[in-house]
């Protein structure tokens, strides 16, 4: 592939948990304008290197680079305003709201109280309608979030990013524990978005998904990237192999 600028940039970033590294020392590049791939084996490090990324948890040391600005010092919030948005394994909508609450809340960081009142008319709740309908969520919008399923939760859950217009979207399982039907969906709509100028950086388990989807891969292993290629090279790669069976 051609040299892309990169959007993302991760160097040496470290966090101990009680003396254990679980991210020691990660680098890796996401190129702008790519489906990039995030795996390894269980434990590896992959779901607190997004915590790190965004914030959710502080790292000890390390940079992070988006579209050129140095993001490590700021906190979630202002990531987020900068273009960077995600999705969790498990997904955080607010169980007692409806799935266009939940979509329009995404808009901004609403207070317990002010959750309450969230307006459902007006350009916000156009755009979050708009948003369910590309998901195929619009038929569940006055459903409460704790009434579906957790494929659909992800379909809102990935709604919710698309809300903030995001340039670079972690998304963290968007294939794990979904039905086929979704899953191919997902890839679609990943695909899609792709084409319409989003940057993806995805930790997923289903290697079908990843392989078919995601270019390049980085392989994290024991809180390290061990290798970065396409997904032929990765498949290739005796370390690679090494790793995952040695686990
Ligand atoms: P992966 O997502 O690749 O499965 P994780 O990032 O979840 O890996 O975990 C990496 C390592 O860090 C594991 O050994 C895990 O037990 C440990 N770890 C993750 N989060 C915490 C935490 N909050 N407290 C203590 N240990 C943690």
Known sequence: AAQAKPLLEVKGLTKSFGGLAAVDGASLVVPEGSIT????????????????IDDTIHADSGEVWLAG??????????????????????TRLFGDLTVLENVVAAQRSFSLEQLGRIAVSGPEAK????????????????????ALSYGQQKMVELAQVLMLDPRLILLDEPAGGINPVLI?????????????????????HNMPFVLG???????????????????????????????????
């Open 37 to 52: 791939g995030l795996i390894g084996p269980n434990g590896s490090g992959k779901t607190t290197l997004f915590n790190l």
């Open 69 to 90: 600005e140095r993001i490590d010092g700021l906190p979630s919030w202002a990531r987020a305003h900068r273009g960077l948005g995600r999705t969790f394994q498990i």
């Open 127 to 146: 755009a979050a309608e708009e948003l369910l309908e590309y998901v195929g969520m619009r038929a569940y919008r006055d459903q409460k979030a704790r």
């Open 184 to 204: 191919d969906r997902m890839g679609e709509m990943i695909r899609e978005l792709n084409s319409y100028g989003k940057t993806f950086l995805i930790v997923e």
């Open 213 to 247: 989807l995601c270019d390049p891969v980085h392989v994290l292993s024991r809180g390290r990237t061990m290798a970065t290629g396409t997904p032929a090279e990765i498949q290739a790669d005796p370390a690679v192999i090494d790793a995952y069976l040695g686990d």
